[in-house]
């Protein structure tokens, strides 16, 4: 008997395919390039020639919109498995075997949450120059903690769990038990959490972008759109609009996603 997809589960799937199929799609749904500068159109309010405007420089706000899609989507993916990956590897290994490696771990999760997450990132890609490549490290050697903390939490449980003990003394390696008996019964909660973690990157990279040190113009960026749009957020308030509101629904999928899963695998927060 099949089970029903949560409503949750349901709709933000819908809306992150939704933008999935824009970004992909983007040549043939954005109907105009987003970097062309037509002086002659500057400015416009949105219409049926341009549904959602024109900027300062009489580029289509819709098709850079887009075409952004394509940045923020990426974002929220490749800026969430590199921390994750690292973020499980550590918590995993520290959570199971103890002793000085998870001291070690954890004293370095200590260091890394003492300072806020996106005053840590700003510093790192300050350092490092503004740009996206840069900004992925940045998350990767911020964001990894707490992937680490959620799963060594979970570790700790489950290796005094009988069927642990059952394969240890069953002769078992212990990096077969890790891998085949842990984690797959420790991985639920990390799951959900990637889902909404997705969101905090996304509006961290727009953030970045709004502050330059993300991507640079004249890339299609909601971010950057949206610091395109600030001086003249009055008089042509959709240059702002529009990029914030991608950023939002893009979120909004992502938590919903997280929130469907949650409930479904009955993940306490």
């Known amino acids: 008997m099949s ?9 933000g799937a819908a809306i992150l395919a939704a933008w999935v199929i824009l970004a992909i ?15 002659l159109a500057i400015l416009q309010p949105p219409s049926l020639n341009h549904p959602f405007g024109t900027d300062h420089l009489g580029r289509d706000v819709f098709a850079r919109v887009v075409f952004g899609a394509r940045i923020d989507v990426w974002m929220g993916v490749a800026g969430v498995l590199p921390p994750l990956v690292i973020g499980v590897t550590v918590g995993l290994f520290s959570g199971y075997f103890g002793g000085l490696l998870d001291t070690v771990m954890m004293r ?24 996206l490549g840069n900004y992925f490290i940045a998350l990767a050697l911020v964001a990894w903690v707490s992937y680490a903390r959620l799963i060594r939490a979970e570790v700790v449980v489950l290796k005094n769990a ?10 078992y390696h212990p990096l077969y038990i ?7 019964n ?34 299609a960026e909601w971010g950057v759109m949206i610091a395109d749009g600030q ?13 914030g509101l991608a950023a939002v629904t893009l979120g909004l999928g992502f938590l919903l996603v997280s929130d469907g899963l949650a409930h479904a695998l009955k993940v306490t927060s």
Request: proline share 10%; glycine share 8%; with cysteine.
């Open 3 to 11: 089970r029903k997809v949560p409503f949750e589960i349901a709709l």
């Open 25 to 39: 799609g983007a040549p043939v749904f954005a109907g105009a390039d987003p970097n062309a500068i037509d002086l």
């Open 108 to 131: 370095l999760v200590d260091i890394t949450v003492a300072f806020p997450f996106f005053i840590l990132v700003i510093a790192i890609v300050g350092m490092l120059g503004p740009g």
């Open 162 to 171: 009988e069927y642990i003990q059952a394969a240890r003394a069953l002769g």
């Open 178 to 184: 890790v891998l085949r008996h842990v984690l797959p």
């Open 186 to 219: 420790a991985i639920s909660p990390i799951v959900v959490y990637a889902m909404s973690d997705a969101v905090l990157v996304i509006l961290a990279g727009a953030s970045l972008g709004f502050l330059g040190l993300g991507a640079q113009p004249p890339t």
């Open 231 to 243: 001086p003249y957020v009055i008089d042509a308030w959709w240059i702002c609009f529009f990029p």
